[in-house]
């Protein structure tokens, strides 16, 4: 089983459009995250999210929404996306006390 | 800026070899973590090394600890071409759920 998964892995859509990433973890941790990697691998928090309570956010444009529906999903939603929005978008789970696990990334190239 | 910061950005080695990178931060930790990222991959967790540690092992890999001076090292010993990825220290400041990435280092293993 996939400790944490994120859908979908590839995502190409046009500038203007609105598009979610699904994350989901069966791992029981309380906190989750959301980070953008951009080209030159740097690897930026956005979100912290714990116990479906938002906890950090990280002056992110507010076109960008998470939505915590309970502990174990943390979905990210994005309107207007814009050209400078590609990047690898990663969810994880854990990580203060203990490691964190990381999905294998989706891939947002906006046209 | 970020609070772990990785150094050097890339590393070129022969295999064989053994390779170190460092991680300095700024505020303090509850702890500090190692991940690798292979190419296109999610995150991976080699390490946790709490405040009160100042060295840990594992397989190839020892981490140091010095809260003194506020850095890390990670060696990794008989590299491998399996090894060619980039490493990333995170440092959770106390009391908080930021789990928060440096730039990371580059490490190319030569056959």
């Known amino acids: 089983d996939t400790a944490v998964s994120q859908t979908p892995k590839y995502l190409v859509t046009q500038m203007g459009n609105d598009k979610s990433i699904k994350c989901e973890q069966n791992?029981?941790?309380?906190?989750m995250y959301w980070y953008k990697q951009d080209s030159k691998k740097f690897l930026k928090i956005m979100f912290s999210?714990?116990?479906?309570?938002?906890?950090i956010n990280e002056t992110v444009p507010n076109r960008f929404s998470p939505k915590s529906p309970d502990k174990a999903h943390l979905n990210l939603h994005i309107n207007s996306l814009e050209l400078g929005d590609s990047a690898v978008y990663f969810c994880?789970?854990?990580?203060?006390?203990?490691?964190?696990?990381f999905g294998q990334g989706t891939r947002l190239t906006v046209v | 800026s970020q609070q772990g910061e990785e150094d050097p950005q890339a590393l070129s080695i022969q295999e064989g070899e053994n390779a170190t990178m460092n991680c300095s931060y700024k505020?303090?930790?509850?702890?500090l973590q190692w991940y690798r990222q292979n190419s296109g991959r999610g995150l991976v967790h080699l390490i946790l090394?709490?405040?009160?540690?100042r060295e840990k092992h594992s397989g190839r890999l020892r981490v140091t600890l010095d809260t003194s001076k506020k850095s890390s090292s990670l060696l990794i010993t008989a590299s491998r071409a399996a090894d060619t990825a980039s490493y990333f220290c995170?440092?959770?400041?106390?009391?908080?759920?930021?789990?928060?990435f440096g730039a990371g280092t580059t490490v190319t293993v030569r056959a």
């Open positions: 994880a789970s854990g990580g203060v006390n203990t490691e964190a696990f």
């Open positions: 791992l029981g941790h309380d906190t």
């Open positions: 999210y714990n116990n479906k309570e938002l906890i």
């Open positions: 505020t303090s930790i509850n702890n």
């Open positions: 090394i709490r405040s009160n540690e």
């Open positions: 995170a440092t959770p400041p106390l009391g908080d759920y930021k789990l928060s």
